[in-house]
């Protein structure tokens, strides 16, 4: 009996194995075509991740690159791309190196793939760069504890005629590759006395699996390009100027006989200009009038002195940003978009002092309606008053005063007011705000004024209106 | 009958018939089994090669889009030749360069064309995508002067990806609609363009687009073998214009 239980139980072990490897094997037949299926789509989607995650962590580079140019930027890169005045020259190239935790990042060792050389260099200017002037930075978009964009380095340097492939000059032949390239705000250039150094902002990005891209900018510092003609300027016919009788008080064509010490190098004092400038024959003679006994403290041209007062109808060489209504009201839309403080008015409060700057970080103020000024106001860059500017404080200004709107200055105290740079009043919309087709007359009153006054600087007047940014002026895909 | 020594013994008849009865039943059900999942990866696989191909073409279109204006006229100190700089990233027709036509009134750029004018290397060239029924065209002219970027590249378009549904017919759409109730909103076709402008900018003509939103609606080549309803797959993409507009 036993024995044959025991054989029953061999053969039914014998048919339970045969189920169960048929069992098996069904089930690993689903299971790997599952897998195959879902790893066929992981793999698509994947690729396309990579494709959009690498192009933005290039475009990452780019950004911080084209960031760093701006002297507003905190990692300002200052002197590390050229020292204050001068240029970057070719062959002088300046990375910014963005590393992964364990990896080097070398982009002048060629012959390691593993340190991702930059190969493009030579591509676009047929020529090594010069390793001896070669500078290098880490970026600062790692955050602490996290890992930062994904690209490897940031160049930037002189760009060329042959680096761009673009005939600037259109004067044929072989692309110049020995003179690097300028903006002067319209375009590009060969001349250096045109406007601000162009540079290239090339960026490469590496992902862990193997994607590469490398994207390139033409970027430029851009400036607002303002010049004056006179050191007051009351833009529109009819424009009154009601000046103070203290003998103390000051109108200055003359470059900078005030406002000094300055953060930078400006160069050698530009031409004179007039102390007062209106845009109507008419005008000249109104304020002359006002001006009255006090003619010897308005100096400029016409000269020399004492020939004075130095009044004068500057319509004919006016800015082309001040010609029109609407022109003015552009260029105050450019300073809003750059403005580093927007206020809505009426600011009766006055600004804060970080809102005021420095020599060296002069900063873009816009008020939108009027702006009352109380105590002691010491402030750098361009101050934008859309309303009336009343001034009751003891005002400097140091840059650019732009009262363009209702186009009314009031200065209604006893204590000193003065502007180094240059101050311009226009009424270009009417009372209900609405944009005037002709420009109606400012109002200039600073009949309660006393000391100072305002003296023509072009050195304020650069420091306030150059680096508002750092402009792309192009964009690019390199093939690699 | 003698009695075999070692106690093993042939299975007998009844557990023969049940072991085939199972083994049948197992076989027939792992072998069903297998055929759907077959028929299903065949399936899921032409729906993958739909996104596959969607999304090549969109990332080349986006690719175009975001390179498109290379070199602008600022890259000139004077005026440059016609054909050496990009007039504007988004070429348009009629009227080109003279007069930007507004969007929506324009031949091209539209809801299903787009001509983007970009470097090539050595010159600028007009790329152009239209759809053509289910038929995504793409076509590369070299800019031309005098010459309308929409009659210079209509006779280098070619088939790029086929079976695009963004202006299926309204019958197709109403199909669509019960697996897909939401991707053809209203039953009306799908923009494959869709146009941002410049904050502020007055008008909304070409020179004035700031980003190209792009919408692929493609259909795999069979429908589902199951269901016999067709299968669509939606990518989306969004190119950012970065060049400046002369």
């Known amino acids: 009996m036993a024995a044959r239980v025991r054989a029953r139980k061999r053969s039914q072990s014998g048919a339970a194995l045969l189920i169960a490897i048929f069992a098996l094997m069904l089930i690993s037949v689903v299971a790997i075509t599952l897998i195959l299926s879902s790893g066929t789509e992981s793999a698509l989607a994947s690729n396309y991740r ?42 002088q190239v300046r990375y910014i190196l963005n590393a992964s935790p364990g990896e080097t990042v070398d982009p002048l060792d060629s012959a390691t793939p593993s340190s991702y050389p930059d190969l493009e260099y030579q591509k676009e200017f047929g020529v090594p760069p010069d390793s001896g002037s070669v500078l290098t930075t880490n970026s600062v978009s790692p955050v602490a504890g996290t890992l930062g964009p994904l690209y490897k380095w940031v160049r930037i340097n002189a760009v060329t005629e042959r680096s761009l492939g673009i005939d600037v000059d259109s004067s044929g032949g072989t692309p110049n590759n020995t003179t690097p ?38 970027a430029a510092p851009i400036s607002l390009n303002l010049t004056f003609s006179s050191a007051i300027t009351l833009d529109g016919a009819g424009s009154v100027f009601n000046p103070t009788t203290n003998s103390s008080f000051q109108a200055e064509g003359r470059d900078q006989i005030k406002g000094g010490p300055y953060g930078v190098p400006c160069g050698s004092p530009q031409p004179d200009i007039a102390a007062v400038g209106v845009t109507d024959s008419a005008d000249v003679t109104a304020v002359k009038t006002a001006i009255g006994a006090r003619a010897s403290r308005y100096k400029g041209t016409p000269g020399p002195p004492p020939s004075p007062p130095s009044v004068s109808d500057v319509s004919g060489g006016l800015n082309t940003s001040f010609q029109t209504p609407a022109a003015l009201d552009a260029l105050m839309q450019t300073v809003k978009l750059y403005a580093d403080w927007a206020y809505p008015g009426p600011t009766t409060s006055g600004l804060p002092t970080s809102a005021l700057g420095t020599s060296s970080n002069p900063q873009i103020v816009y008020v939108e309606g009027d702006l009352s000024l109380t105590g002691t106001v010491t402030g750098y860059g361009i101050l934008a008053v859309t309303g009336q500017l009343t001034s009751t404080a003891h005002l400097t200004w140091r840059g650019i005063v732009l009262v363009v709107g209702k186009g009314v200055m009031t200065v209604g105290t006893t204590l000193d007011n003065e502007i180094d740079g240059a101050l311009l009043l226009a009424k270009t919309r009417d009372s209900s705000g609405n944009l005037l087709g002709v420009l109606e007359p400012a109002m200039l009153d600073w009949s309660a004024g006393t000391g100072d006054g305002v003296f023509y600087n072009t050195c304020r007047i650069n420091e306030a209106q150059n680096n508002l940014n750092v402009k792309v002026l192009s964009f690019r895909p390199l093939t690699q | 009958m003698k009695r075999r020594r070692d106690g093993s013994r042939g299975f007998s008849l009844i557990e023969m018939m049940i072991t085939v009865l199972l083994f049948t039943a197992l076989m027939g059900a792992a072998f069903g089994l297998l055929q759907v999942t077959q028929e299903r990866y ?24 975001t390179a498109a204006g290379f070199p602008p006229a600022n890259h000139f100190s004077g005026t440059p030749p016609f054909t050496a700089y990009a ?37 600028v060239q007009w790329i152009r995508y239209q759809l053509q029924g289910t038929t995504l065209y793409r076509g590369v002219a070299a800019k031309a002067d005098g010459v309308d970027p929409a009659d210079a590249t209509a006779p280098n378009l070619v088939p790029y990806i086929q079976n695009v549904m963004n202006n299926a017919s309204a019958a197709q759409i109403a199909q669509f609609q019960g697996p897909y109730p939401a991707m053809f909103p209203g039953g009306n076709p799908v923009l494959l363009f869709h146009y941002d402008f410049e904050p502020g900018s007055s008008l909304n003509t070409p020179p004035n687009i700031s980003s190209v939103n792009v919408t692929l609606i493609m259909m795999a080549a069979q429908p589902d073998v199951h269901t016999g309803l067709p299968r669509l797959v939606e990518l989306n993409g969004r190119g950012n214009r970065i060049n400046p507009s002369n």
């Open chain 2, 42 to 65: 065949q399936t899921e696989s032409q729906v993958l090669d739909s996104f596959q191909d969607a999304r090549l073409a969109l990332d080349q279109m986006v690719r175009d889009i």
């Open chain 2, 87 to 123: 007039s504007s990233p988004f070429a348009w027709s009629p009227s080109y360069p003279a007069t930007p036509c507004i969007v929506g009134a324009c031949a091209t750029p539209g809801d299903f064309d787009l001509i983007v004018e970009t470097d090539s290397g050595s010159g």
């Open chain 1, 181 to 218: 390239l300028f903006y002067d705000g319209q375009h590009l250039s060969l001349s250096s006395s045109t406007g601000r150094q162009a540079f290239g902002i090339t960026s490469l990005a590496v992902l862990p699996d193997g994607s590469q891209k490398i994207l390139q900018y033409v």
């Open chain 1, 50 to 91: 990579s494709s959009v995650r690498v192009n933005y962590a290039a475009l990452a580079g780019l950004e911080e690159g084209r960031g760093r140019l701006s002297p507003k930027n905190p990692n300002y890169f200052g002197a590390f791309i050229a020292p204050p005045g001068s240029t970057l020259a070719l062959g």
